[in-house]
């Protein structure tokens, strides 16, 4: 058990996450007895894009680790599961758990854990629509993340940043918080953030006028992700695509992608991916003269930013 233990400890402190899956997957009985074990086997199934099966894991565990003396372990568990919530479309299970891992996090001075909280509902706040609330959480966690060298963390927030600021329509200013994500994230070695970053330039070219670049870009990335085991990068990316080829008139080819982007976003409970992907092809549709699949896709799409509670 303490080599299990040791090795689990080490993979998902390196970001292994196919190798933590692949570690305890199969070792449901030692994730009873040690529940420190779910928890990184559940932060593995989020960053390999299943957060159905995280949440499911945390919900066994948490309840273990409240009546033990693994207090790190408790609070990286807290908001894993915000983020498996937020993932699901359960927006306000999410800003609980956000809660109760940054109450957890001031009481034990856990400025890393801190910062992650205050990036998530930077995050939430921006799906809600309340630009300048996210843009105020989003600054709250870059001193911490700076003051603690943590690079996947700025690079994350910088990602972030970059996408408010894309939704403000204020071009110039996403796009330097996107190339500086970029500049982390290949620092930090990250390809999963790596390619976030290289979307968010491709969503900006597009948003340009520059479909036949972002389509270009969008390929890529989906490509790259598809090979690293991101299916979450992958679906937004491959929305991206769908987008760009509407743009350019390939309705066909638009349609394709985004089927798959739908897809694979609903496979892997990616809700508001999910919503993207099918209001572009609600768009795409009506320019079809396909109203009754655009109507369908539509009301699909508002069923689900409705549960993320999205503002505009």
Same mark, same amino acid.
């Given at each position: 058990?303490?080599?299990?233990?040791?090795? *689990? @400890?080490?993979?998902?402190? =390196?970001?292994?996450?196919?190798?933590?899956?692949?570690?305890?997957?199969? #070792?449901?009985?030692?994730?009873?007895?040690?529940?420190?074990?779910?928890?990184?086997? /559940?932060?593995?199934?989020?960053?390999?894009?299943?957060?159905?099966? $995280?949440?499911?894991?945390?919900? =066994?565990?948490?309840?273990?680790?409240?009546?033990? =003396?693994?207090?790190?372990?408790?609070?990286?568990?807290?908001?894993?599961?915000?983020?498996?919530?937020?993932?699901?479309?359960?927006?306000?299970?999410?800003?609980?758990?956000?809660?109760?891992?940054?109450?957890?996090?001031?009481?034990?001075?856990?400025?890393? %854990?801190?910062?992650?909280?205050?990036?998530?509902?930077?995050?939430?706040?921006?799906?809600?629509?309340? +630009?300048? +609330? $996210?843009?105020?959480?989003?600054?709250?966690?870059?001193?911490?993340?700076?003051?603690?060298?943590?690079? !996947?963390?700025?690079?994350?927030?910088?990602?972030?940043?970059?996408?408010?600021?894309?939704?403000?329509?204020?071009?110039?200013?996403?796009?330097?918080?996107?190339?500086? *994500?970029?500049?982390?994230? @290949?620092? =930090? @070695?990250?390809? #999963? %953030?790596?390619?976030?970053?290289?979307?968010?330039?491709?969503?900006?070219?597009?948003? #340009?006028?520059?479909?036949?670049? /972002?389509?270009?870009?969008?390929?890529?990335?989906? !490509?790259?992700?598809?090979?690293?085991?991101?299916?979450?990068?992958? /679906?937004?990316?491959?929305? %991206? !695509?769908?987008?760009?080829?509407?743009?350019?008139?390939?309705?066909?080819?638009? %349609?394709? !992608?985004?089927?798959?982007?739908?897809?694979? /976003?609903?496979?892997?409970?990616?809700?508001?991916?999910?919503?993207?992907?099918?209001?572009?092809?609600?768009?795409?549709?009506?320019?079809?003269?396909?109203?009754?699949? *655009? *109507? #369908?896709? +539509?009301?699909?799409?508002?069923?689900? +930013?409705?549960?993320?509670?999205?503002?505009?």
């Amino acid at each position: 058990m303490n080599d299990l233990l040791v090795t *689990a @400890r080490a993979d998902t402190a =390196a970001g292994c996450w196919s190798d933590v899956r692949t570690l305890l997957a199969d #070792r449901e009985l030692e994730r009873e007895e040690r529940p420190e074990l779910a928890v990184y086997l /559940a932060e593995a199934e989020m960053r390999l894009g299943e957060p159905t099966l $995280a949440r499911q894991l945390l919900l =066994a565990a948490i309840p273990s680790l409240e009546h033990g =003396a693994a207090d790190e372990v408790l609070r990286r568990a807290t908001n894993i599961l915000g983020a498996a919530n937020f993932a699901l479309g359960e927006i306000e299970r999410a800003e609980a758990a956000f809660g109760r891992a940054l109450e957890l996090a001031y009481a034990a001075g856990d400025l890393l %854990l801190v910062a992650r909280v205050m990036n998530n509902l930077g995050a939430i706040a921006n799906v809600r629509g309340a +630009r300048e +609330r $996210a843009l105020a959480l989003y600054r709250l966690s870059l001193p911490a993340y700076e003051r603690l060298e943590c690079t !996947v963390g700025l690079a994350e927030t910088r990602h972030n940043i970059a996408i408010t600021y894309r939704d403000l329509r204020c071009w110039a200013e996403a796009e330097a918080h996107e190339r500086r *994500a970029l500049a982390l994230a @290949r620092e =930090a @070695r990250e390809p #999963r %953030l790596e390619q976030m970053a290289r979307v968010g330039l491709a969503e900006l070219s597009l948003l #340009r006028g520059n479909p036949a670049g /972002a389509d270009g870009d969008a390929t890529r990335a989906a !490509v790259a992700c598809a090979s690293t085991t991101d299916p979450v990068g992958e /679906a937004d990316a491959l929305r %991206l !695509v769908g987008a760009a080829r509407a743009a350019i008139g390939e309705c066909e080819g638009a %349609l394709d !992608v985004l089927e798959r982007a739908v897809a694979l /976003a609903r496979r892997h409970g990616c809700t508001l991916i999910e919503a993207e992907a099918l209001h572009v092809r609600a768009e795409l549709y009506d320019r079809c003269g396909m109203a009754g699949e *655009a *109507a #369908r896709d +539509r009301e699909a799409a508002g069923e689900l +930013r409705a549960r993320l509670g999205a503002g505009t």
